[in-house]
């Protein structure tokens, strides 16, 4: 069992000083040199996908693709790109928005059986503006499918609920664990009650670090009990451009997002020497 690391390509879009963003093969060659095993990009058309995936592979490095399916059928175009690139797992955006639970289970139904068409694993992200928005609408179609298998942003759900951890939240925390026994994967990010991505270093966001250091403690532990001896945990770092990220009065970034990627990469990799040793 392993921990694969990847960097969002979408994190890297304005990553220099002056808001410019690098070409896509020497983004690649800085990801491969800081020592990430990949990246997370989207994967839903191929005359996208394929400069990116020989990009990769000239480099050994493996991807996470994304898709935004808004019904069942939506979602064959990605699996047919996956069963020829063969990523380290597809992750499903559901670009649909109901409080229906019977419709939700009929479209989460409909994609599990596209998904054994393939055998590269698809799992489904906690993401605000999504089928799974809510954490609470999310539990109960757990309840409905017991097997689904998620990928974990909880960042959504730490700012979506307003989640205070800076005061105690033992039952938000027990929902989010829930979560996390259902999670095959994660994105990194740290959120406060107010924001979905807040800047690593500052002193008074330490509790939110620690914070969501915990979590992960909790995510990747539970993996490892789940998981057989061959299996690999794929971890996102994704710290996104704006809006995402906090910026000032001259429009640019307040905090170094690539030395936050830095700096979540090396949580992560701590994290899992401390649960896997």
């Not at 997370?40 to 996908?49: K, L, P």
């Not at 008074?204 to 001896?229: I, K």
């Not at 994290?271 to 040793?277: D, H, L, P, T």
Request: hydrophobic residues 40%.
């Amino acid at each position: 069992m392993s921990l694969v690391i990847l960097q969002s390509m979408w994190a890297m879009e304005n990553i220099l000083p002056n808001s410019e963003t690098l070409p896509m093969p020497d983004a690649i060659e800085r990801i491969k040199a800081h020592g990430f095993h990949g990246v997370t990009d989207h994967m839903m058309q191929r005359q996208q996908v394929l400069p990116l995936i020989r990009e990769l592979k000239a480099h050994g490095l493996t991807m996470e693709g994304q898709c935004f399916p808004t019904s069942v059928d939506a979602l064959q175009p990605t699996l047919e790109l996956a069963a020829e690139f063969r990523p380290h797992h597809v992750t499903i955006q559901p670009n649909v928005r109901t409080h229906d639970l019977k419709q939700a289970v009929a479209l989460l139904e409909g994609w599990q059986r596209l998904v054994e068409q393939i055998d590269v694993p698809v799992y489904i992200e906690t993401h605000r503006y999504r089928l799974t928005n809510d954490l609470l609408f999310t539990l109960e179609i757990l309840k409905e499918l017991p097997n689904l298998q998620l990928l974990g942003d909880l960042s959504h759900y730490v700012v979506g609920h307003e989640i205070h951890f800076d005061e105690g939240a033992d039952e938000e925390i027990k929902q989010l664990q829930h979560i996390m026994r259902h999670c095959h994967a994660y994105h990194g990010r740290v959120a406060s009650r107010e924001q979905v991505q807040i800047p690593l270093g500052f002193p008074q966001h330490q509790v939110w670090v620690e914070a969501f250091r915990a979590l992960s403690r909790c995510g990747f532990q539970n993996w490892l009990e789940r998981a057989n001896e061959n299996d690999t945990l794929s971890f996102t770092c994704e710290l996104g451009t704006r809006p995402y990220a906090i910026t000032g009065a001259d429009g640019h970034d307040i905090n170094d997002r690539w030395q936050d990627s830095l700096r979540l990469k090396q949580m992560a990799e701590e994290i899992w020497q401390e649960v896997s040793s």
